[in-house]
């Protein structure tokens, strides 16, 4: 990540690769880490929903693992998921409208970019980036 999309120089917090079999031991450790590092009450929610949220559609969507990277500099928490799937149709990130009720799917995106305070998605063949951005109480 560089510094536009908000990586911070320290090492990071949690570096870690996941799949379906850990994924509620990732989210845990991305909410504890959250928690201590300055996220609280719904901040905290949001932050682990929307993770939650990519994980969830990193294994079921983009080949079913995928990478994990959060740190904590001055006051925001910057978290980095990884995967190495064919990328993500232009137009999923090009509405920005809640899809409607009878849609199956497609609300990720939406949740996310609500949830944090900012989020970012670099997509292609070789796989999707998203750094999502929540400014801390530290």
Not at 61 to 89: V, Y
Not at 112 to 138: C, E, N, Q, W, Y
């Amino acid at each position: 990540m560089n510094s536009d999309r908000g990586e911070a120089d320290s090492p990071p917090l949690l570096d870690t690769f996941f799949e379906k079999d850990t994924l509620s031991g990732t989210r845990a450790e991305a909410q504890r880490l959250a928690e201590a590092n300055g996220l609280e009450s719904t901040r905290l929610l949001d932050f682990v929903m929307a993770v939650n949220e990519c994980l969830v559609n990193v294994v079921a969507h983009a080949g079913g693992r995928g990478r994990l990277r959060l740190w904590h500099d001055g006051d925001r928490l910057l978290c980095e998921i990884r995967d190495f799937g064919p990328g993500i149709p232009a137009s999923y990130l090009e509405d920005a409208d809640l899809p409607a009720p009878s849609q199956v799917g497609g609300r990720g995106i939406w949740l996310i970019r609500r949830l944090t305070d900012g989020a970012a998605f670099s997509t292609g063949p070789a796989g999707t980036t998203v750094h999502m951005v929540m400014k801390t109480t530290r």
